[in-house]
């Protein structure tokens, strides 16, 4: 029985093209809830990654699929996808999580065909263009981008054979985002400061989101010189649209990045599996106990976040206190103990009291670690886990010893239609 609401004879024919197409769009903001809209509307499957709210200070830049005052403060991923659901084509779905971007791992996105970054901070650009590309080509998604600056829209389509995500970036804007931290102790995420406002309108933002769409539609159709090009809209006075080639960066960091060379499987979700039962499925796999799960490793906002915490000390009044959380998912007010945050203190000691950091998990962990999901170890959900087997080496100068393996769950990619929040 057809459910839709419409009728579909007023519209494209070539809507089929679409069905069947999973496609992610990570940003529900200005630029992604009108991209989300166009998709659906096009025959498309389009799910949604945002951890942000929507306000009312930002209503008048976003799809009117979006409600307003009523929907103000909901998740923007959550309320886009829902808010969608009349438009979607008969079997087509819309599926919205609520997650930062940083508890996602490669795996999360490599059953989309493509993923449309509609972020506005290079940070998040930089990590999806990591994430995307540590996927073995054959499951890699395309990646569109697109930007607006105050009436022009601009959008990239891009298949990671000539240039990566980062290529589009200068350097120097990457250079902002660093966060200075302690040489003594591990580098902990840093709360965001205030956004600088950036004008822009909603017409630039739904010309971006078209510009993006149609450059998938060229794809699908098989346009020939739709992959790889950079669309601009220009307003009045200059009014244009041109399209460019856009050229690989020298030297680029993003480019440089690689699929591992051995990708193995491990049953089940990050979200449930212990440490303790993928240490079995690997000692299983590798025929051996004797090797150890590096940390994850997060780069972000050119910080690397590669340790776990077990034990820190309050960073108000000095108490000694348990941590048990990845570095990267450390925010200054986890640093209090118990008494300190009841109280509203704020984390201000940077001295060098012993704690206990850990850079590799092994069959020797406590318990307590054993026990942990390796979700709440750091990895995130698609994550590509690292292991090493020593085979007697004592340091990296024995190189030749170590042998490096890589793992992800087989049900990873299964969740990003299932869970509704990811959070740290
Ligand atoms: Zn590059
Ligand atoms: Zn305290």
């Not at 009117?64 to 886009?80: F, Q």
């Not at 490669?106 to 509609?118: G, K, L």
Request: with cysteine; hydrophobic share 35%; aromatic share 8%.
């Amino acid at each position: 029985m057809n459910s839709v609401l419409y009728n579909p004879d007023k519209l494209m024919t070539d809507r089929p093209l679409f069905h069947n197409r999973r496609v992610c769009v990570v940003g529900c903001g200005a630029v992604g809830s009108y991209l989300i809209e166009q998709l659906a509307k096009m025959g498309a499957s389009p799910d949604a990654v945002d951890f942000d709210v929507l306000t009312l200070e930002n209503a008048a830049k976003h799809s009117s699929l979006i409600r307003t005052p009523e929907d103000a403060g909901r998740n923007k991923a959550v309320c886009v996808s829902e808010r969608v659901k009349p438009f979607l084509d008969q079997g087509c779905t819309s599926h919205g999580i609520d997650s930062d971007l940083c508890l996602l791992g490669p795996e999360a996105f490599a059953d989309y065909d493509v993923v449309f970054a509609a972020l506005d901070n290079f940070a998040a650009k930089v990590l999806l263009n990591e994430l995307i590309r540590q996927l073995p080509p054959e499951r890699r998604p395309l990646l569109i981008m697109d930007g607006t600056y105050g009436e022009m829209a601009q959008s990239v389509m891009l298949d990671n054979t000539e240039f990566c995500l980062r290529c589009l970036m200068d350097e120097s804007w990457l250079k902002d985002s660093a966060v200075r931290t302690s040489c003594t102790s591990a580098p902990i995420r840093q709360n965001d400061g205030l956004a600088p406002i950036v004008r822009t309108s909603a017409r630039a933002s739904s010309l971006a989101a078209h510009l993006s769409t149609e450059q998938y539609r060229g794809y699908v159709t098989g346009a020939p010189g739709a992959m790889n090009r950079r669309l601009t809209y220009t307003a009045y006075p200059g009014l244009e649209l041109r399209v460019s080639h856009p050229l690989p960066k020298r030297n680029c960091p993003g480019c440089a990045i690689q699929p591992p060379a051995h990708l193995r499987w491990l049953r089940g979700s990050v979200l449930t599996v212990s440490l303790r039962e993928a240490m079995q499925q690997i000692s299983e796999q590798l025929g051996t106990t004797d090797f150890e799960l590096s940390v994850h490793r997060l780069h972000y906002k050119e910080v690397l976040h590669s340790c776990f915490i077990v034990t820190e000390y309050c960073r108000a009044c000095g108490k000694p206190i348990r941590v048990l959380k990845h570095a990267g998912r450390t925010f200054p007010h986890h640093l209090l103990c118990l008494e300190c945050n009841l109280h509203g203190k704020q984390p201000y000691l940077t001295s060098d009291l012993p704690r206990t950091l850990l850079y590799a998990f092994t069959p020797s962990c406590e318990d307590a670690i054993q026990d942990m999901t390796l979700f709440d170890l750091g990895y995130p959900l698609g994550a590509h886990i690292e292991v090493i087997e020593r085979q007697g080496a004592f340091d990296l100068l024995d190189r030749d010893k170590i042998k490096t393996t890589f793992f992800a769950l087989d049900e990873d990619h299964c969740q990003m239609r299932q869970i509704q929040k990811l959070s740290c």
